[in-house]
């Protein structure tokens, strides 16, 4: 939560127009980027909410998938481009919005999600609860570690993008 006051912070500093503008080489704006992150954030959750919803027997976190969960990591911090999966893709996102919503959604999303957290009993955090799209099951926990990493890896792809714009 720290490091996406930060990253909004810094965003701040630019217009809408600088947030809306898409890189030379036809990527993402900073505000896309944003939407992709609550995307992937928010749909997460959801799935996570859908799942304990049907009471299902849970599998406790072993080995694979803390490996799972490193893995991820691992290749999230990699100088790589991956293509974000349908639901977090292009398609999904607009071409154009405003910083003010698009921060409010991030802070209500982050705001659910803590919420949600809170109220789950500890044991939960160490079962196989969640589902990356690539990565596979793993705990809430990783679920946890790659939002972080996520952000991380994309708040890098703004500033770049954001120091294009402001060219």
Same mark, same amino acid.
């Given at each position: 939560d720290e490091e996406l006051k930060q990253l909004l912070q810094s965003c701040e500093a630019y217009t809408e127009e600088q947030l809306n503008?898409? @890189?030379a080489?036809?990527?993402?704006?900073a505000l896309q980027v944003m939407h992709h992150l609550i995307l992937a954030e928010g749909g997460s959750l959801g799935y996570v909410r859908k799942k304990l919803g049907s009471k299902p027997e849970l599998n406790r976190?072993? @080995?694979g998938a803390f490996f799972r969960s490193a893995m991820l990591k691992?290749?999230?911090t990699l100088p790589?481009?991956?293509k974000a999966p349908k639901v977090v893709g292009d398609d999904m996102l607009p071409e154009r919005s405003a910083f003010s919503d698009t921060q409010a959604e991030w802070l209500k999303v982050r705001q659910d999600?803590?919420?949600f957290l809170a109220a789950l009993p500890d044991d939960h955090f160490h079962m196989e609860i969640y589902k990356h799209p690539r990565a596979g099951r793993?705990?809430?926990l990783g679920m946890m570690r790659f939002f972080r990493t996520h952000q991380q890896r994309h708040a890098g792809q703004i500033e770049r993008t954001?120091?294009?714009?402001?060219k």
């Open positions: 503008q898409r @890189p080489d036809g990527g993402w704006s976190a072993g @080995p691992v290749f999230l790589k481009k991956y999600l803590r919420d793993m705990s809430l954001l120091a294009e714009a402001s």
